[in-house]
């Protein structure tokens, strides 16, 4: 197997549609791996990290696994950043998985012994990387822990709107209708649901500045050094690829609520919501995540993801735990 060690965006670019390739066909895929999500965090959070991206190809030049990762403070870790990246992990090929697990460690020990460490963060609980690092990393000079830091529920969606409701619990059921009731007593609500780019460029703004005004520690969200620009990069990379919604909901003119998701192949994410304190009573946040879940039961999305958090109303939408975890390597 070779190896070769990417430090440029550039470097990335020239392998843009093999990482496609190999992300589509993987078994363990989702949007927080594709080329446009890391690049659109680079641009704006990378500080003093160097790239480290490696990517191992077979005999024949075929991409068969990637480990998109980078060096900072002496350590070395996923693209990534607690705040808003929330699945990690290496991209794989079912056939060939323990060999690149294998070859990574190798890799690792040979060329970053002078490290201080490998921090992996958000691996869910499904990923074949809990097996095998664990596994093989005493053969090649690592102690590996692993730890639970948080869950990310997931809901598996039926094949019907009727058979969702059918399956929540019975309370929750009633709740949902009662809150849904009270919202539509409002007479000049509608919403909006917007995946043309041009048209997200500008309603982006409307759903940052009502996402700024809703609470001191998500005002305090936005004013960390680029994350207006990463939201509005990475919003404008994914309508590119239709991987990007932005629901509106709308009092007449004035937005009261946003709701931002990320669809992906067969799942739905949840990314990021928001609403006018004003309109609490009116539930409007809950009234956008029930209207995303009715239309992705109806385009055959197989799983709504709520991502990572354990808010309550999450599992009021019937989702179940998706556990996620840290692993720590140390050398001997």
């Not at 589509?24 to 895929?29: A, C, L, Q, T």
């Not at 990517?55 to 950043?81: E, R």
């Not at 309603?203 to 680029?226: M, P």
């Not at 004003?278 to 009234?287: D, I, M, Q, V």
Request: proline share 2%.
């Amino acid at each position: 197997m070779k190896i070769e060690r990417i430090v440029s965006l550039e470097g990335l670019r020239r392998i843009q549609e093999k990482w496609d390739n190999l992300l589509f066909s993987s078994e363990h895929k989702n949007v927080f791996l594709t080329q446009e999500w890391f690049v659109s965090w680079w641009k704006y959070f990378s500080d003093n990290a160097s790239l480290e991206v490696l990517v191992f190809q077979d005999m024949n030049k075929h991409l068969i696994g990637i480990a998109p990762l980078m060096m900072k403070n002496k350590t070395l870790q996923f693209i990534a950043s607690q705040e808003v990246s929330d699945y990690c992990d290496f991209i794989t090929k079912k056939e060939t998985r323990k060999q690149f697990y294998e070859d990574l460690l190798n890799y690792m020990m040979l060329n970053y012994s002078d490290t201080e460490g490998i921090e992996l963060i958000n691996v869910d609980q499904s990923s074949p990387t809990l097996i095998f690092l664990p596994q093989l990393a005493e053969n090649y000079g690592f102690t590996c822990t692993c730890r639970e830091i948080e869950v990310a529920p997931i809901l598996t969606l039926p094949s019907s709107y009727e058979s969702y409701l059918e399956q929540l619990v019975k309370k929750s059921r009633n709740e949902l209708k009662r809150k849904l009731k009270r919202m539509k007593s409002l007479a000049k609500i509608r919403t909006l649901k917007i995946t043309e780019p041009q048209e997200l460029k500008v309603r982006t703004e409307d759903f940052i500045k009502l996402h700024q005004h809703s609470s001191d520690a998500k005002a305090r969200f936005w004013q960390k050094e680029g994350m207006n620009d990463f939201f509005r990069e990475l919003i404008y990379r994914f309508s590119l690829k239709g991987w990007v919604e932005l629901n509106l909901l709308l009092d007449e003119d004035k937005v009261i609520a946003a709701l931002l998701n990320f669809s992906f192949l067969d799942r739905i994410y949840f990314y990021n919501s928001t609403f006018d304190r004003k309109y609490a009573w009116f539930s409007p946040g809950l009234f956008l995540f029930h209207q995303s879940l009715k239309e992705a039961i109806q385009e055959r999305k197989r799983e709504a993801d709520f991502l990572r958090g354990d808010e309550r109303y999450k599992y009021n939408f019937g989702a179940k735990d998706n556990k996620i975890f840290q692993l720590l390597l140390r050398t001997d």
